[in-house]
């Protein structure tokens, strides 16, 4: 059955979406203009490849572009939804953000739910870039969308297989077998989820569980336990998603023993049948949570149950506490009516979603591998379009696959068949050739003429070579991708590329299992992240490239004479339209078939490995090859080749630079794709910048590549093939201002340390070659230091270092980078003795200190990154994002540094002459030669430790030197510069011998093994530049800290002797001040202190003799920057102007002609403007000065002196200034403008500088310690003159709190005693209880009986407390009281004081040791606790003459006692007084009357036994019905039959109260006790409605005699009750 396929809206626009959630949802997030034309890749590589920080985005419109950076870096939070504004804790207000948002469903529309991000990506990408994002989605082990809802809800689905098929997975069975597949293509068991109706167990957290395991937090779905997951999805309601189980072999971590797929429905099933049936027929098990069961659920289960091969049910029907927690139909359960077996119902209504989990993994193990039916994902789509759903494989993309499959007919054969039938160009006749052109070029570096056979072999090579006709294969891939449709280009050239390692998958599983273990590290498949970019506007017309009398004809002149011969003698117009059969016309001729013969069998030898497999590169090298061997004869469409090259790599594709299996380079082919370049690109020349990775080819230096910048190149470790591959970035505006170029040139070197079956130092050399071309065209280079260990880790670290060596020959080094896979020890010292190496080619530098690449030699960064096992089932370590970012940062700082020596680059003349170096193999170390490279790196880890050791001789030397120092006189200028010549002298002399030592040991070890004894004439020369090197910085070093030693010594002497003498003044001014002190008797403050400080420190440094001013001219230094800075821009012409720096000027800088070129002022003038141009250009530059004068104002106020930085900056200011307004002006404007407001600094910063021209240090110095200098001064003060301060202190801070404390301790307990002796109700708790009693029914308030009834313990206490308030404020005894104890306790502190003065008059002495010892006496004899913790610190630590202290200290004491007196002879609040009292009367009264606090367990009436000890508790007065609430007793209410005396046994509520409660002893029933409670007849009386209201009863009914009980018979009742006792 055929399908209808939708078709893909790639170049049409699509309509835009109705306004609906949908619509809503793309606009917050910025992506609704992507509904008509879709996101790229090209759009997102803006995103990722040039930002250097992992930022927070700010709103929702960040979203997108956050996912796909985080994504493109594998961080596990690429998926959060988390805005900073949501992340802040504090608005701007400082209001929550709760606070300002509102009400929750305002909340819920300003956020948006993880999958609802990831839905909308998917919606407004196009198919490569969704194949893309899928890819590194499943790396991140995120799952995977399958079916992705249609932005219009009235539009079908659409099925996702095509961003699948790039998916690639690797597994290993329990029997350690390993499998590789495409996850498209290879049959797996699905096992799909849906819900019905509402659950609250998360299915999502469930899957996950049954994915990762319990105990794993990685969460390959998203639930509502993730941030974000809580809020209601909009968008991506109808989804499936897709995750992976890959076991991995190790039966420890491995839950199940197969792989298989788990589909995850989103939303409701029953909203989405066709979804529903989609995975109904194509799961094998489906699982259904089912929160619902109705006759639409009973109905959609059994057409699951007909459809799904296996079933598992999960009844989450009440999870939410309903009290029916079994889901039922009719009365029927799950099982029963859908006829299911037991095991096929789980009930999840009482179990966690980790318990649910647990039992699915047990079922799912037992069906795993053998019950289970694998099906494709094709096979599915197959169904989803005969079901309804679109499917996203268009008619184009069709055709791409039905192309790509014509193309490979044959590879069935094998990939050495295939390509020796259509790619013949790259065959044994191209390798020989190859060897031939590298015998010519070292005949002629050794002035040799060429032998005459060498060049008949050449020719006939060439003349076969041109009778080449295009084969079928390259025929259709050339005509395919001059196709004008870009779309159908790239989804074929995708499609290949995912075709070629599908076969390449499957030949490398059909291997027997011990010869897949020997390849596995060989051919380890894994997730490629790989798909071309494509371009949505149209192409345009193309026009056919004139190469005649380009770079590219000169770059083949040595052959052009043979190739004008073949020219003219053979028909040369067939070539792309004729025959597409096979090879050459005449392979049978036997001069080649002899010269050849080797070069065949050598090629035969390379093909004929079992891992050997063909990939999308050897078409692209067939094609460069067509153009290079065929374009002075070719047809247009070969002629067009290289536009077509242009346009793939803009477009991402990569560019094979050379071919590692010939070792050539094919430079027309080149040649002419670079002048294409800068003609598309619209530029005569382009600047550029060249990062190349290097290393192993286990490395995945393409993997790398594509991790830092997001370009696709060719993974060499994937296949047996050899190259220098090269993709171009273009850089954004703001790159390119910062690095200075045009593009970007990335460069990966692959296949190195590849055996591929040729002779093992033929591939060596081709790795040395390889190697040294691309280190030589390089600005910077990422060394790539692979985890694994081994023979070929060590043949590529001598290939590096080799290459490094012959690069250095070539005049050129890059600046050098490490990135270290592991830390692992073999890696570690890897990347150590590549620094070495580096640090010693780079430092042998001509001297020039501005050269940035040498200042950059230890750059090395780990990055544990997903590279060396790209297996699924291993996770991205959770540190690769920050540490790639950190690598980045690392790069493009070194790029930035490398902008110094910008110039319009000449790629290919620099790659011409790099490869006839290379070629000729015209270095001191030959390209065979690579055991020398282990040797040199030796050397150099020798010549760092000699470093090392020479560095820590001249420290030891260091020590000696400080000693003589320090023991001259620092003050004496003349014979500390003495010696500080001498020691200089001696320094240089010092380092002198110590390095001819190093020379000496240099010269022995060169001589001690015979391979640096073979290389030492290339050794020694860079040894002793090395070294001279050496000495001159270590010398240079040694000297600085000659002068840093004696200027510390100087600085030291002359401190010293400015604090003699401050000291002095100090003595001084305090002398006087306790003077004017003692005269005046006014205590000075601590201001006025300072300011008398202030006028002997201004005095000091007024008077102080400072050493000499040593300031100098600047204008030197400022010219020099100026110098250096005019080099860089490469304005050397202009260095005579610079004479004029430091000398005078006009005060305004004019503009004039000579600062516009002639065509410029002609053009001006033409048009009648040339005033405009000049006023504009006179705007410009006075902007730029007042922008200076800022700038000078701003550093001229801090308190620092001039430094070479400030012209820097300057400089860059007048630059950036330039840049923001064009205009047609020559570099003399530049110049002269920077001259002006350079001359015009040299006269602010030289002011600056003449003030910082003293003693620079010491005036630091003093001036940071100046606020020490005040508080010694202020010390010294107080502790000569401050002894009344220091009493007042003792005072304040002990004393007058002790004093208080001791009045308050006891007054509490005293005013009780009062109120005790006063009212006898406070005497016994019966006399409390009777005086409440009679003060409530002489009150006659209902609300006070209320609260003695209902709140009996605060109506007791609130009484007492009342009593206290009114006697204290009825009496004065509060004031007595407390007069009383301020006499005693003032009388015990004098006797203390009194007591430790005994012996000590005229004493100076310190005052903390004494005060304490009147603290001790205080507590010893007076037995006053005392807060000695205020006497620690520096206050009461005065030496001082005691008898003057005690003298202060007794006077404070009377003062003190004498305003505490006034103080409570003045009227007080008595509640503050009362709150102020540790004991407070009303506790003390309540133990007192409180009794026992036992309460009648009937009535509630409160215990009447006096003693406390007793065991059976009385109540004289029990309460009746109908005056307590209902909840306790019931209702009261007495008929018209029940009005006689006898009646009162019904109205108490405690009869027979033993048989409640035996501890209380019954009520008295007699006649006489009956009567005495007339007390509360009367109340139930004198408030029966009040309490009829109260309690809500109906008006309670009363005998006649209670009616007449007046409030006096009810008093004498309640006497007579109280008086029993």
Known sequence: MS?????????KKKRPLKDNAQADILHKLGLEAYSTRQLDSASVSNINTWTLEDKQPLELKDLPNTFLRRLWLLSEDARSTCCQTQLDPFNEDGKQPEGKLGSSEEKTTNAINPLDLVTSVFMSADPFLQQEIAVRMTQCKFAVPLVLPNADPEKPSQFLLWPLRAVLGQWRSTNGRVQNGNLASTPLPIISCIKLG??????????????????????????????????????????????????????????????????????????????????????????????????????????????????????????????NTTMEYSGQSLQECLWLPKESVLSGSTLSEEEVANKLCEILKSWVPDSLKPITLEAAAKLAFDIGLNVDESPVCKKAMATVEEILKGLDEGSVEFQQKQLPLQGHLWHRLAEIDKEESKLRKSEKETEPQLQEEKKDILAELKRYKMTPAMKIFIDTLLTKDKIQRTYFLTWLKLRLQLHQTEKLNSFPESQTENLEHEADISVDSDSFWTDS?????????????????????????????????ENATEHLESTPDLLYSNKEQLHIKDSCEVAKALHSQSLESKTYNLGIEHFFREMGLIFELTHMSGSQNVLRLPKLAVDLLLHGVPLELMDGDASNIPLCWLGSIFTELNHSLRQEKLRTRVLTILGSHDARNAEV???????????????????VYMAVLSLPDDCRKDLDCDLLLLLDVEGLGLASGGIEMDMLIHDNMMATVAIALSDVLLQNISPHAGKEI????????????????????????????????????????????????????????NNHHALNTSSTTFVKGPWPNMSLSETVDKQYTNDVLKLKETLFG??????????????????????????SDSFSISLQNINVALVFSLLCTEFSQWEDGLREHMEDWLTGATTKIIATKALDGTTQDALLNELKKEAQEEVKSEVHKLKSKAESYLMSEENLKMNSETFMPMLLSNMNKLQERVSEEVKQKLEAITESHCSLSQIEKFEILLKGEQEFKLAALVETSKSTNILLQDQELEEEFESVWKKMLSGFDFRPSESDDISSRVAEVLRQNLISRGLQKHMEKLDVIGQKQPSSFQVCDEHFGYRSRLKHMLEDNNMQQKLEAQKVANKIIEEYKRFSATKCSLPADFSESYITELLEMIENGLREKSLEIRSAFEVDLKIHVCNAACQDFQKLHDRFGKDKELLTYISETKNRYAAEFIYQFRKRDQCQRVAQAFISMVIKPLVLAYINQSLGINIAKEIEDKAKQYQSPHAFHQSILEDLINEDCFESFEQYLLFYEDYRLTKIHDTVVAHLAASTSLGKLKQQRLGEVVGKIAAAVSQTTEGASGVLSDTKPLLERVCLTLEKDANINVEKEFLNGPLFSITTDWDCFVKCLVELLATMRLGLSQEFNQNVNVLEALDDLPTLPQDHLLQIVRGCDKRCPLCKAPCDEKELDHEIHSSLLHRPKGILPHDICSPFQLSSSETSEDSYGEFMVCKNLPLQDKNWSDVSDDLSSQKANNYWRYVLVRFREKFAAKHKQELAKFPEDWMKITREEALDGLKKVFGRK
């Open 794 to 849: 060590e043949t590529t670290f001598k290939v590096m270092v080799s290459s490094l060596l012959r690069s250095k020959e070539c005049g050129v080094f890059p600046v050098c980078n490490r990135l270290v896979q592991d830390e692992g020890l073999d890696a570690v010292l890897q990347a150590s003795q590549l620094r070495h190496v580096c640090k010693m080619l780079q430092t042998e530098d001509k001297g020039d200190i």
């Open 705 to 723: 590549l594509s991790g830092l910048f997001g370009v696709k190149l060719q993974e060499g470790w994937k296949r047996t093939n050899r190259g």
């Open 3 to 11: 399908f209808k396929l939708t078709k893909k809206p790639s170049s």
């Open 198 to 323: 509402h659950c609250s167990v998360s299915k999502s957290q469930v899957l996950n569980y049954v994915l990762t395991g319990l105990k794993s937090s990685k969460n390959t779905f998203i639930h509502k336990g993730m941030d974000g997951g809580q809020v209601p999805r909009r968008l991506s309601n109808g989804l499936v998603e897709l995750g992976w189980y890959l076991p991995t072999g190790d039966i420890d971590r491995d839950i199940y023993q197969a792989p298989f797929v788990i589909s995850n429905l989103r939303g409701d099933a029953s909203n989405h049948e066709r979804c529903l049936k989609l995975l109904c027929q194509t799961s094998s098990a489906l699982i259904i949570f089912c929160g619902d069961f109705k006759e639409k659920e009973k109905q959609l289960l059994e057409s699951c149950k007909a459809m799904a091969s296996k079933l598992i049910l999960i009844d989450v029907y009440g999870t939410e506490g309903e009290e």
């Open 894 to 919: 070194a790029l930035k540094r490398c902008s110094t020596k910008t110039k319009e680059s000449d790629f290919i003349g620099e790659l011409s002459q790099v490869w006839d170096a290379v070629k």
């Open 537 to 569: 506007e149209e192409e345009t017309e193309e026009q056919p490239v004139n190469n005649e009398g380009s770079d590219v004809v000169q770059c083949c002149k040595t052959t052009q004479e043979e190739e004008q011969h073949l020219h003219n003698t």
